[in-house]
């Protein structure tokens, strides 16, 4: 592990590269730059000062308390990596020490931020198995260490999963077994091309979080605004009362054309830095995905890890073909958004039919989906959701006909609303399902898409099963479904169908000799 960029510490211990002050800087400013809505006022606040001398000591006060802060992450971070375990020393007021021992580390990733590519330097990015966050970074190491810490740790895992299931101790640097352990043999598997991308961006579309940005950014600055564009001789008051009903149709429609534009923009660009050059290989028993523009991620994940596969369609992925595919692995926090999960996930964007089923086959052994017969929920479930949302809003559209003019005006108002809601709702009821096939028990769901999640059965950690006093009258109960990466739940189906499932999980569960992580 010698390296002319890091130095000892102490007898053991080894301080980063002094490179690595940029990186702590950068993630310092990226962390500012994704709570810029909370900044918008104080920015709007600078503005209205007019005094060019303020706003250039509070940017100047702002970058130095970065480069302060960065260079004492610096000083006080130090790691060690022997018997087997990764030991990092790092806290300025708060002392931390972390040792993360090598078979509770569940991926090794690298990446390549732009601002390091011409330094050639990596940054190696060690998750602990149920982590919210990476739990050990290492910036700012040149590429061979990078790997030679990478490989270090998937050999040692690798020789130890050997010596579990044969009982005896793999020699580590001799015998087939321990050489067939200790590498790799990698294949592409599949490519995204630009256009892939931006189908991906279109049917996937993040940015409303921009729009909303922007929104508030907007009503701080209304009055401006207005004044700029009257400054340019326009009169947007008289614009729109000289304009007759069809005329301001045809604007607000346009306007919200308009609006679709620049989103679908945002959200193509996002899916373009994200997955520019994406690459997926794969290995006798692990994924490794190549993926980004500006930095680039290379991340690994091994197959024995992943505890369920999402198949995500919506809407427009359906009329265009296309699927998103999503390979989960253990994680802390199972409720955090699908395919939002950074490198505690692979997301395959914009896939075709033919290669979403050999994905799902290679993770899980998988049959096609489209084969699969369901068991749909039962249709008093849309009853029991459609009465009671009728319910509340007649309870709305009363109190706005007692408290607001117009009287009764307001219930027959909400009507429309009332409808698409119920309809949404008779949507989402008739999609759900499912359906048991060769050791997978798989989920169906969605609105006008439709969503599939395979879960491995004798992966399942927890299994539930739900039954009102009125649902057994029906002979109806709901099941909940837990593995290490996500909770699902299938309401109102056959109470046989459910007590079917469960046992067919525990009897997996417990029959098999294969480790759910």
């Not at 149920?130 to 190491?141: F, K, T």
Request: proline content about 3%.
């Amino acid at each position: 592990m010698d390296n002319t960029l890091t130095k000892h510490v102490s007898a053991e211990y080894v301080r980063l590269s002094p490179w690595a002050i940029l990186h702590f800087a950068a993630r310092t400013i990226m962390q500012l730059v994704s709570n810029a809505y909370a900044l918008v006022p104080v920015v709007y606040g600078l503005y209205q000062t007019d005094s060019a001398a303020i706003t250039i000591a509070v940017f100047a006060g702002v970058l130095t308390l970065v480069v302060v802060s960065a260079t004492l992450r610096y000083l006080y971070f130090s790691y060690l990596i022997q018997n087997a375990s990764v030991q990092v020393r790092e806290g300025v007021f708060s002392k931390k020490q972390l040792n993360l021992p090598f078979h509770r580390i569940q991926n090794v990733n690298l990446e390549h931020p732009f601002y390091f590519r011409p330094l050639g330097l990596v940054t190696v990015k060690i998750d602990g198995a149920g982590s919210a966050s990476e739990e050990v970074l290492l910036a700012a190491l040149n590429q061979e260490q990078g790997e030679q810490i990478r490989e270090q740790i998937h050999r040692h895992n690798r020789l130890s999963n050997v010596a579990g299931n044969t009982d005896q101790r793999v020699p580590a640097k001799s015998g087939k077994s321990g050489e067939a352990a200790s590498t790799h043999t990698w294949k592409l598997n599949l490519t995204r091309s630009l256009p892939d991308l931006v189908l991906h961006g279109l049917t996937n579309n993040r940015a409303w979080i921009i729009l909303g940005a922007l929104g508030a950014v907007y009503g701080q600055a209304a009055d401006d605004i207005n004044l700029y564009i009257a400054s340019l001789g326009l009169d947007l008051g008289s614009l729109v009362s000289d304009q007759t009903t069809i005329a301001l149709v045809v604007l607000g429609f346009s306007a919200l054309m308009m609006a679709i534009m620049i989103v679908g923009g945002l959200s193509v660009l996002g899916s373009i830095f994200s997955y520019y050059k994406f690459e997926l290989h794969t290995s006798d028993d692990a994924f490794m995905v190549r993926r980004g523009l500006l930095t680039h991620h290379e991340i690994n994940m091994k197959k024995s890890r992943i505890q369920a596969v999402r198949v995500k369609r919506d809407w427009l992925d359906m009329i265009l073909g296309r699927m998103n595919v999503v390979f989960e692995q253990i994680s802390y926090s199972g409720g955090q958004p699908v395919g939002m999960g950074g490198d505690k996930q692979i997301l395959v964007p914009s896939v075709e039919t033919h290669h979403t089923d050999l994905l799902t086959n290679e993770a899980l052994s998988a049959q096609r989906l489209a084969q699969l017969e369901f068991t749909p929920i039962s249709h008093r479930y849309f009853i029991k959701l459609a009465t009671i949302t009728t319910v509340c809003y007649f309870v709305i559209g009363l109190g706005f006909s007692l408290a607001m003019p117009l009287g009764f005006f307001w219930p027959s108002a909400f009507l429309p609303v009332l409808a698409m809601h119920v309809f949404l709702e008779y949507m989402s009821c008739k999609r759900w399902g499912l359906a048991v096939d060769d050791g997978l028990v798989v989920v169906r769901k969605g609105i006008f898409g439709v969503d599939h999640i395979l879960i491995p059965a004798f992966k399942v950690q927890e299994v539930g099963r739900t039954q009102t006093p009125l649902m057994k009258r029906k002979d109806l109960s709901s099941i909940s479904i837990a593995v290490a990466s996500s909770r699902v739940s299938v309401p109102f189906l056959p109470d046989q169908v459910v007590r079917s499932v469960i046992n067919y999980c525990l009897y997996e569960a417990e029959s098999t000799d294969r480790s759910w992580m």
